[in-house]
């Protein structure tokens, strides 16, 4: 069968989870990447394309790479040629141009103009920026331009359609779901700082799991309600209105995975030490043996100190990006797993 290359876009530093998540939806994949780059370039059956874009999960957006060359007068007339397989009479197009690199005398708006208006004059096509047929994708780094389709154009693969309710400070659900991979295996978990419910959603798409999920506020309970409902698993997510520090919980649950306050657009409940304090306290008394504790935080310091007072070892650090913050998903365990 045809193979075919697509650009796969994430949250720097997860492109392990996209190539991950590849490799199980489409046989034989293969990718390659840069670490925190945010990209992940793929080599697929050409049947698995809309599998992937329909169940990915670690995807931002999707790009058909139709090929690369060298100099820009060689881009123009090969971008020509491929549209022309389209047989586009009466089509309309949109182009979206990326400089990735610095070396070159043009910014990415006067690239796509330029192409733009070399396809106008070769094939006579009309320009719609907001509702093309043809959304020509084209992007140049270091001396390479790759030419292709934007296949993700028309809505964001990170834009999960069960977020009837957002938390002010919400979780990317991308990282989220990430977070859901690193705590594997697991039966039942817990997000004593859920939110509306991001954590337990995401991971329900990974294993169908149950979930326990509280959260200081109360309207953001009805919000995760509201949520689960709409993915078809509130009968699979327990919510409490609960402080952390205060949690009703008494029963073992196999993993923890939640997003602590920032200290940004959210205050902790008695300061950022006493919140993941109380987190790893919690942990300690009813978190299984072989369980996982997996945070999202940018106060590495701060969770590792209140992770080793509970008797936690940082088993793996995963550094992220997001929206020009530097942050990381730190993976917990009991000294015996953090140490095999």
């Given at each position: 069968?045809?193979?075919?290359?697509l650009?796969?876009?994430?949250?720097?530093g997860?492109?392990?989870?996209?190539?991950?998540?590849?490799?199980e939806?489409?046989?034989?994949?293969?990718t390659?990447?840069?670490?925190?780059?945010g990209?992940?370039f793929?080599?697929v059956?050409e049947?698995?394309v809309?599998?992937f874009?329909?169940y990915a999960?670690?995807v931002?957006g999707v790009?058909?790479i139709?090929?690369?060359v060298?100099?820009?007068?060689a881009?123009?007339?090969?971008?020509?040629s491929?549209?022309?397989?389209?047989?586009?009479?009466?089509?309309?197009?949109?182009?979206?141009?990326?400089r990735l690199?610095?070396?070159?005398?043009?910014?990415?708006?006067?690239?796509a103009?330029?192409?733009?208006?070399?396809?106008?004059?070769e094939?006579?096509?009309?320009?719609?920026?907001?509702?093309p047929?043809?959304?020509?994708?084209?992007?140049y780094?270091?001396?390479?331009?790759?030419?292709?389709?934007?296949?993700t154009?028309?809505?964001?693969?990170r834009?999960?359609?069960?977020?009837?309710?957002v938390?002010?400070?919400?979780?990317?659900p991308?990282?989220?779901?990430?977070m859901?991979?690193l705590?594997r295996?697991?039966?039942?978990?817990?997000?004593?700082?859920?939110?509306?419910?991001t954590?337990?959603?995401?991971?329900?798409?990974?294993?169908?799991?149950e979930?326990l999920?509280?959260?200081?506020?109360?309207?953001?309970?009805?919000?995760?309600?509201?949520?689960?409902?709409?993915?078809g698993?509130?009968?699979?997510?327990?919510?409490?209105?609960?402080?952390?520090?205060?949690s009703?919980l008494?029963s073992?649950?196999?993993?923890?995975i939640?997003?602590?306050?920032?200290g940004?657009?959210?205050?902790?409940?008695?300061?950022?030490?006493?919140?993941y304090?109380?987190?790893?306290?919690?942990?300690?008394k009813?978190?299984?043996?072989?369980?996982?504790v997996?945070?999202?935080t940018?106060?590495?310091?701060?969770?590792e100190?209140a992770?080793?007072r509970?008797?936690?070892?940082?088993?793996r650090?995963?550094?992220?990006?997001e929206?020009?913050?530097?942050s990381?998903?730190?993976?917990f365990?009991?000294?015996?797993?953090?140490?095999s």
């Open positions: 069968m045809t193979e075919t290359t650009l796969a876009t994430t949250v720097p997860l492109e392990f989870v996209v190539a991950e998540e590849a490799s939806l489409c046989r034989g994949a293969k390659w990447y840069s670490p925190l780059s990209r992940v793929l080599r059956e049947g698995c809309p599998h874009i329909s999960r670690s931002e790009r058909l139709a090929g690369e060298e100099g820009k007068q881009l123009l007339e090969q971008v020509v491929f549209l022309r397989s389209f047989e586009p009479a009466g089509l309309r197009f949109a182009v979206n141009a990326e690199t610095k070396d070159a005398p043009f910014t990415s708006l006067d690239l103009r330029e192409v733009g208006e070399h396809i106008r004059s094939l006579g096509l009309e320009v719609s920026l907001n509702a047929d043809i959304p020509v994708y084209i992007e780094e270091a001396g390479i331009y790759r030419f292709g389709l934007d296949l154009f028309y809505g964001g693969l834009d999960r359609p069960y977020r009837a309710f938390h002010p400070s919400a979780l990317n991308i990282i989220a779901y990430a859901c991979r705590a295996p697991f039966r039942l978990i817990l997000d004593p700082f859920c939110g509306s419910g954590i337990p959603l995401e991971c329900f798409h990974v294993d169908g799991s979930a999920c509280s959260d200081v506020r109360f309207e953001y309970m009805r919000g995760a309600v509201e949520n689960s409902k709409r993915v698993c509130y009968a699979k997510l327990h919510l409490a209105a609960a402080e952390v520090g205060y009703p008494r073992r649950v196999d993993a923890i939640t997003n602590p306050p920032f940004l657009r959210e205050k902790a409940v008695g300061g950022l030490q006493r919140a304090g109380m987190l790893f306290k919690l942990a300690s009813v978190l299984a043996d072989e369980g996982r997996v945070i999202v940018a106060r590495v310091r701060t969770a100190q992770a080793s509970a008797g936690f070892a940082l088993a650090r995963v550094p992220i990006s929206g020009g913050l530097r990381y998903v730190l993976v365990s009991r000294p015996e797993e953090g140490n």
